[in-house]
């Protein structure tokens, strides 16, 4: 359908006019320039995004996990069981994973969108089906996934980020759930940075040095085989094809119309960051409306954050996955709102400046 090409030609960058107003005005509030840090460029940029001064507090936030199967995990990546993907997504839908604890603290909704979990999932209330594929193939061996497979995943992240604008939804997370998602993500990450898979890769659920090692040489393995194929770094859907998972696409695909409606997105770790990546390598426009919710302790988080040019809102050494980082970041956008409306002026508040 190349939903996505729809939504990436209503993309614009955001309004520098309602920036510069807002540069402005953190000027004349009671505080020295500057010393509210992070926050205030986050407020900015919310009032770019939005277009207009102060921005509208984002008080109804959605977390989506994206779920899918990898067929890399034939090649034991990874000690956890296929079937985990499926049981995790059937704790989410119950309320019991941490991302579900702190969507309530933050007073946040989930849903769980099915693109390629091997599984057949039950419907339920929070679960969105949206399946391209039961899984995707062993990326060592040969392409993921097909091309059109791959811009069919970028559509359902359309649409569901369509979906949930038209529900009122004003502030976006990323959240992902794959058994041996790491192993793609890490893969994507490495061939767009041109750097070493033993730099990028980490140890995900926590492999020992055997098991990572494995997961190493299946990486270079299959950036190998796409260097055969010959440079796809101008051509981000095939690269996806090639080494990508279904949940990465949706995640790519709901980014890029999120910033074709002007909704701000928080993404999480470094599956999120795979997905930002290439949604960045269709469009650089696109990372104008995303915020870096966390620092992920996985190494391929941190080049990618360099790599998209985004300094992360939060630290705590997490590397859960679920969108849990993202969703902590809620408040902090939500604040970096609310001060920008809210703080008194010099002049209102009677204070003589320095």
Known sequence: MNLYKHALGRVVPIDQNAVEKALARQLTLTKPPGSLGDLEEVANRLCGITGSCPAPIPDNPHICVFAGDHGVHEEKVTPWPQEVT????????????????????????????????????????????????????????????????ARESLDRGVEVAEMLHEAGYNLFVTGDMGIANTTPSAAIISYLSGLDPEVITGRGTGVDDATLAIKISVIKDAISRVNAIGNLKDNPIELLAQLGGLEIGAICGFIISAASLKVPVIVDGVISLAGALLANAISPVVSEYVFAGHLSVEPGAKVALEMLGKRPLLSLDMRLGEGSGGALAIPIVQTAARLLGEMASFEEAGVKEA
């Open 86 to 149: 499926a049981q995790m997504v059937a704790n989410f839908l119950a309320g019991g994973a941490a991302v579900n604890v702190i969507a309530r603290q933050v007073g946040a909704r989930v849903s769980v969108i099915d693109v390629g979990v091997k599984a057949e999932l039950d419907p339920a209330p929070g679960l969105i089906i949206s399946k391209v594929k039961a899984g995707t193939n062993n990326l060592r061996i040969g392409s993921a996934m097909s091309n059109f497979e």
